[in-house]
């Protein structure tokens, strides 16, 4: 039987729930005897392969127009989207930004900042264009599971892995598997 393929990528992150998918500990080693994951943040294939993959994992918010491009890459190159981390499915702390809109956020993070010194809000196309509005994913493209918390715990992600690999669609119950440690 072939491995399923599975590509992950992140957007508006911190990496917290990369980290907390390779906190799997050993048991990240028996879902390697199923899976390869052809692309990630952390390696040197960043983007999903045009072939496409089984599973296509998203972490963090859309909060710029890269971000947009990134998911919907993601979204036409895999079968099943899992957005994973409260940013990713509801603009998690990165929405924060929301409340003081995006350039008094730019000015205050680039300009205003007790430590910066000749500040320059960043104007680059190579980072994509602000929002005025930070979503989760699902805002952008479909979204078959999303898989909350801030990061998942290492047992949800492999409640969520386990699932796709016998070939169901994941019940997430936050009273069962998710809860906030």
């Known amino acids: 039987m072939s491995k399923v393929l599975i590509a992950t990528d992140w957007l508006a992150a911190c990496a917290g729930c990369h980290m907390?998918?390779?906190?799997?500990?050993?048991?990240?080693?028996?879902?390697?005897?199923h899976v390869v994951f052809t692309s990630s943040p952390v390696t040197d294939l960043k983007h999903p392969p045009e072939s496409g993959?089984?599973?296509?994992?998203?972490?963090?918010?859309?909060?710029?127009t890269h971000n947009i491009e990134v998911a919907r890459r993601m979204r036409?190159?895999?079968?099943?989207?899992?957005?994973?981390?409260?940013?990713?499915t509801f603009g998690g702390i990165v929405a924060a930004r929301n409340l003081v809109g995006t350039q008094a956020a730019l000015k205050r993070a680039y300009l205003e900042t007790e430590?910066?010194?000749?500040?320059?809000?960043?104007?680059?196309?190579?980072?994509?264009?602000?929002?005025?509005?930070?979503?989760?994913?699902?805002?952008?493209?479909?979204?078959?599971?999303?898989?909350p918390g801030?990061?998942?715990?290492?047992?949800?992600?492999?409640?969520?892995?386990?699932?796709?690999?016998?070939g169901r669609i994941p019940v997430v119950l936050p009273q069962e598997h998710f809860r906030y440690d």
């Not at 906190?23 to 390697?32: A, G, P, S, Y």
């Not at 801030?150 to 016998?166: H, K, T």
């Open 20 to 33: 907390s998918l390779l906190d799997m500990d050993e048991r990240i080693l028996e879902l390697l005897n």
């Open 76 to 88: 036409e190159r895999c079968t099943y989207l899992v957005a994973v981390g409260d940013c990713a």
């Open 150 to 166: 801030c990061p998942p715990r290492p047992d949800d992600f492999f409640y969520v892995f386990s699932e796709v690999l016998a």
């Open 115 to 147: 430590s910066t010194v000749d500040g320059l809000i960043p104007d680059s196309a190579e980072l994509g264009r602000p929002l005025e509005t930070v979503t989760g994913v699902g805002e952008v493209v479909k979204v078959d599971i999303f898989l």
């Open 53 to 64: 993959v089984a599973v296509g994992v998203l972490t963090g918010a859309i909060s710029n």
